[in-house]
């Protein structure tokens, strides 16, 4: 059997390993943007290209008779990659182009839910003009300023304070609108975001372990939003501050979400899914869709998860059969990311990685994106490198894997010290505490 995964960061480079522990033994293959260096050793041939590149990715599909197709990464989805192969008779598990809105086109996404879900979402205006986004000033409070299509993760502006009065806000409000001709303003959200990833087979959710992204770049939650510093996963596959009936809520709420867009494009939704949610006094509340699985928190479910990746797969092109089993352990997850990062990253930095070590304390290393001339790894202006830990609690796992990233290319690299610490889950614990109580 050959498996071609379509990526080149961590997210894909922990599914290339599920994929490849499986049963099946199957020849794993990649398409990549640039080359992950632990992907590539999985992989018995890869190509590098644009990831938006539809016709390209098939055809090395055919060319190397690939038996199943399994995107990692936004780009090929929404560039509709899945309609493309399934042409080409080439089995791919994710969802149509016109599936994939949900998360490739904000405006979408909010239309439905005021249709499927209306509860679960904040108040929005989609503004195109600075009028407009007066009078959306005059209705939200503190908002979040979010273009419609991908960004990245690095797109979102959160205001503390009414757009009327934030001057810095406001114009870049403004240039979105300049730029792309429309602009979603949201309600901002008071709580706790967590991530809620499941697997599809059109008929019906499979929930994968809740997991907590922490998306600011500096400790205390601080400093400019980057693609995710690093994550956690509880034992109990729940999070400190989120209860089984909210879990229950979120799961309900996108599989609505799932069947209203089915239902609207005449195509079942098969593949992963992934909910991104604030938990507010209110319930669970969609910040956003995403049409894969999370980065960093693949990593964390990826290493739970005791089926066979293989097997799962399949079943998600026909049926879903009962409970899909996860490890009860915690998992902590850290980003080491380049100084600098991601206002002005250090680029071409040499790191030293010593995996021997790493696996001899307990980390799984995975790789992001760096440059890899052949024989050493260098920063590029992204994540770089990824280590997990597993332990009893989360705090234990924590400790590991700051045991092991502290060691590594400390001139080069940082990493967020405070991710999953005990202090830092207590603080969460107490702030929902006080939204349930206010
Ligand atoms: P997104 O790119 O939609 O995931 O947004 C990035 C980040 O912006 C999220 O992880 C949230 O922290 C924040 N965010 C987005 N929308 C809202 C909202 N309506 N209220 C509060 N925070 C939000
Ligand atoms: N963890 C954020 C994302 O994958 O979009």
């Known amino acids: 059997m050959r498996i071609l995964i379509l990526g080149h ?60 197709v399994v995107p990692g990464q936004e780009l090929p989805l929404i560039a509709g990659v899945v309609d493309a192969l399934q042409l080409a008779g080439i089995p791919v598990i994710g969802p149509t182009r016109g599936l994939a809105r949900l998360e490739g086109d904000k405006s979408y996404l909010r239309a439905l839910m005021s249709r499927c879900a209306p509860n679960a979402m904040p108040r929005y205006r989609l503004c195109i003009s600075e009028t407009e986004l007066l009078a959306a000033a005059d209705e939200l409070d503190a908002v979040a300023i979010k273009p419609l299509g991908l960004t990245g993760g690095k797109g979102v502006k959160v205001t503390e304070r009414s757009l009327r009065d934030d001057d810095e806000a406001l114009s870049y409000a403004l240039e ?24 599809s087979d059109g008929a019906r959710l499979v929930s994968m372990p809740l997991v907590q992204d922490f998306k600011l770049a500096c400790k205390g939650d601080s400093g400019p939003m980057t693609g995710g510093m690093g994550a956690y996963s509880c034992a109990d596959h729940l999070l400190p501050f989120v209860v089984e009936t909210e879990r229950v809520a979120a799961a ?27 938990l507010t006094a209110d319930g669970p509340k969609v910040i956003e869709i995403n049409a894969r699985l999370g980065d960093p928190e693949a990593m964390n479910v990826m290493h739970l998860l005791n089926g066979d990746l293989v097997d799962i797969s399949h079943q998600m092109l026909t049926r879903l059969e009962g409970t899909i089993p996860f490890s009860p352990i915690a998992t902590v997850v850290k980003y080491l990311v380049p100084k600098g990062y991601p ?36 920063t590029t202006g992204s994540r770089a490198l990824a280590v997990l830990c597993t332990a009893a609690t989360v705090a234990d796992a924590a400790a590991l894997v700051e045991g092991i990233v502290q060691d590594i290319e400390p001139e080069h690299l940082y990493h967020r010290s405070d991710i999953a610490s005990a202090s830092m889950l207590a603080e969460k614990v107490a702030h929902m505490e006080r939204l349930r109580s206010s």
Not at 255 to 267: D, F, M, S, T
Not at 356 to 363: D, M, S
């Open 9 to 68: 960061g961590a997210r894909e480079h922990a599914i290339a390993k599920r994929l490849a522990q499986s049963d099946y033994q199957p020849e794993m293959y990649a398409f990549m943007g640039s080359v992950n260096p632990g992907l590539a050793r999985l992989c018995r041939d890869f190509r590098l290209g644009s990831l938006s590149d539809v016709g390209e990715i098939v055809s090395y599909a055919r060319e190397d008779r690939i038996d199943l």
């Open 343 to 378: 206002s002005s990253p250090e680029v071409d930095r040499r790191i030293s990685v010593d995996e021997t070590t790493i696996a001899e304390r307990g980390g799984e290393l995975f790789y992001a994106s760096v440059r890899f001339d052949g024989q050493a790894v260098y």
């Open 176 to 199: 979105v609108i300049q730029h792309d001709g429309r602009i979603l303003i949201e309600e901002c959200l008071q709580g706790e975001e967590f991530s809620l990833m499941a697997f």
């Open 252 to 278: 309900d709420v996108l599989w609505r979400i799932v069947a209203a867009a089915q239902e609207e494009n005449g195509a079942l939704y098969r593949g992963f899914i992934y909910g991104q949610f604030m």
